[in-house]
Nanobody, 121 residues
Framework: QVQLVESGGGLVQAGGSLRLSCEVSGRTFSRYATGWFRQAPGNEREFVAVVTWNGFTTYYADSVKGRFTISRDNAKNTVYLQMNSLKPEDTAVYYC??????????????WGQGTQVTVSS
């Protein structure tokens, strides 16, 4: 059974930082790309960032480029999302997912339950 467990969310002031983690079990983590998406209340789930299976290539949504960094540690079956210079509009539930190197939800076949990030102004 494949499981993805996110952690690291919380409440932070604007301009602050958080680091999200996503630990994957039940599949060969290093064979798949891993991505982060987010969903704010009343909005559709949107792409945030993705990293290839080997960590060599990343891609970001324009809204987070230069502020967020995605990385992975295949030895720990974990992907990270370092979020700096946070803004109130970054408030959302953040989800990790594994699958192909894609910016669309259809490119991923397993998802975590999400972790809440709230940025106060």
């Amino acid at each position: 059974q494949v499981q993805l467990v996110e952690s690291g969310g919380g409440l932070v002031q604007a301009g602050g930082s958080l680091r999200l983690s996503c630990e994957v079990s039940g599949r060969t983590f290093s064979r798949y790309a891993t991505g982060w998406f987010r969903q704010a209340p009343g909005n559709e789930r949107e792409f945030v960032a993705v990293v290839t299976w080997n960590g060599f290539t990343t891609y970001y949504a324009d809204s987070v480029k230069g502020r967020f960094t995605i990385s992975r540690d295949n030895a720990k079956n974990t992907v990270y999302l370092q979020m700096n210079s946070l803004k109130p509009e970054d408030t959302a539930v953040y989800y990790c997912a594994t699958g192909s190197f894609s910016t669309t939800m259809g490119g991923y076949d397993y998802w975590g339950q999400g972790t809440q990030v709230t940025v106060s102004s």
